[in-house]
């Protein structure tokens, strides 16, 4: 089955046909950093980061590109707020940023420009617009681009007619009186008083918010993208903005051939944001939750749909990643001790058609609830079989495989797959093993203290003991 993706520009579930044959260019919008991450921006980055991972794992070759808005008027107002410097407020969140991106899993980006780092190519860009026409300068020192002069590509993204955005467009849009029309965009701000400004040739200001991921994904990408991502809520103005002005400027379509937007993350049905006050960032989270019960609960729908967020919901989320990963878990350390040859007790079979669902669920735009589906039956069967004997050697070995393969794409299970923890400091399952034993020994001589030792010691190596009648079972959280 080819892969197909929806693409918001058509609005049509198109097969995946990269420009350049098997490499592929993806630029994903990235955080503004004014403040720490909530976890709306998780559901975008994770999703993203397993629509990178699942075409790396199909062989294409993939130039990932994810942008840092370190100069922007939320950062200069919060800067205003606190009495900080923006350049250092701007480091001090990006670097927030990263440590929630690591502790999710979500792989770091091929190259994360900054806009402050990219000011000269912006100034060419704008004053390249200006001198085709597309864009003029006001009285008061700012740039826009005049959407006049491309009216017939007007809601080519959101699909609205100039009429409907005029409507909707509320705080969507940049309210400044010096304006032709109120669609114009701001291509270039002038600086006021102390704010951050470069000298250009309108005076000294600073980049309007779009132009910035037209400039730097092109530099790093070139003219024309193969996948432009990010939250729906982008879709206009922002991704709209992007197209009119990159295609102005280089004379090419599409700008990107596949627009790929992630739904949005709500509370009690209504988006989750900053502007509206109604966020969890990332950190708050994850001190009450371990990162794959947040990574896992993201997965669990397809990341075109919208999620509803709370505890209840992250609490049955970690539940059902633990009897994923306990299934693998258990088939692991079962291996040693299974036959060479016998039957497979029914798990080959289950095995082929976990396999298939995944391979056809993510080949149809990247449905990752359906593939965690079809997990979820692979992993029941696992522990019924587990349960009443021990399959063959291969079997087990090819499902420990195929979990490999999953934790490429998902970032989930393949520590429980491997026995290997993503940590090089962490313990193999031989000083586990060994630990569990001395535990089960201080527990026969009554010696409490020091089974509740070991239990808290391998709970700070990140190792969860499950007591039972068939004895103690253990996972890695």
Not at 239 to 261: C, M, N
Request: net charge neutral.
């Amino acid at each position: 089955m080819a892969l197909k993706v929806y693409n918001t520009l058509t609005r049509e579930l198109e097969e995946f046909k990269p420009i350049a044959g098997r490499r592929v260019s993806m630029y994903v919008c990235g955080p503004t950093v004014y403040d720490h991450c909530h976890v709306g921006h998780a559901r975008s980055y994770v999703s993203f980061d397993v629509i990178r991972r699942y075409l790396l794992h199909k062989g294409y070759q993939v130039t990932y590109i994810s942008n840092l808005t370190d100069v922007d008027d939320k950062v200069i107002k919060r800067a205003k707020e606190v009495g900080e410097d923006p350049f250092e407020l701007s480091k001090k969140f990006s670097e927030s940023f990263f440590e929630d991106m690591k502790a999710l899993g979500v792989m770091r980006a091929d190259v994360h420009p900054k806009v402050t780092d990219h000011i000269p190519g912006i100034i060419e860009m704008v004053k390249a617009l200006v001198d085709k026409g597309f864009a003029y300068k006001t009285h008061k020192g700012n740039v826009y681009f005049d959407i006049k002069k491309v009216e017939n590509k007007v809601g080519i993204l959101s699909h609205q007619t100039i009429d409907a955005l005029l409507e909707g467009s509320g705080q969507r849009v940049e309210t400044e009186d010096d304006k032709n029309f109120q669609l114009d965009f701001a291509l270039w701000k002038r600086s006021e008083g102390d704010e951050p400004g470069w000298d250009s040739p309108w005076g000294r200001g600073r980049p309007g918010w779009h132009i910035e991921c037209s400039v730097m994904s092109m530099k790093y990408a070139g003219q024309q993208l193969d996948i432009h991502g990010g939250g729906m809520d982008l879709i206009f103005p922002h991704h709209e903005a992007e197209i009119l002005q990159s295609e102005s400027y280089t004379g090419k379509e599409p700008f990107a051939k596949y627009w790929l937007h992630n739904g949005f993350l709500t509370i009690d049905k209504e988006k989750m944001s900053k502007s509206l006050g109604n966020f969890f960032t990332i950190k708050e989270v994850l001190a009450k939750f371990p990162p794959k019960t947040l990574r896992f609960f993201i997965l669990n729908t397809h990341y075109r749909r919208p999620i509803d967020y709370s505890d209840v919901h992250l609490e049955e989320a970690g539940r059902s990643h633990d009897r994923i990963a306990n299934a693998v878990t258990d088939a692991r350390l079962t291996l040693p001790k299974a036959p060479e040859k016998g039957d497979d007790l029914g798990l080959g079979q289950a095995l082929a058609e976990a396999k298939k669902t995944f391979d056809d669920s993510m080949d149809d735009d990247f449905n990752t609830r359906e593939a965690l589906a079809g997990i979820f039956v692979l992993a029941r069967k696992m522990n019924e079989v587990l349960a009443k004997g021990t399959p063959n050697k291969r079997t087990l070995t090819d499902i420990l495989e195929f979990f490999v393969h999953v934790g490429d794409v998902f970032g989930m299970f393949k520590e429980e797959a491997t026995g290997r923890s993503a940590s090089t400091n962490g313990p193999t399952d031989a000083e586990i093993e060994a630990l569990i034993k001395e535990r089960e020994e201080a527990r026969k001589t009554k010696d409490f203290k020091r089974s509740d030792a070991i239990r808290d010691q391998l709970k700070a190596m990140g190792v969860i003991l499950q007591d039972g009648k068939g004895g103690v079972k253990w996972r890695r959280a």
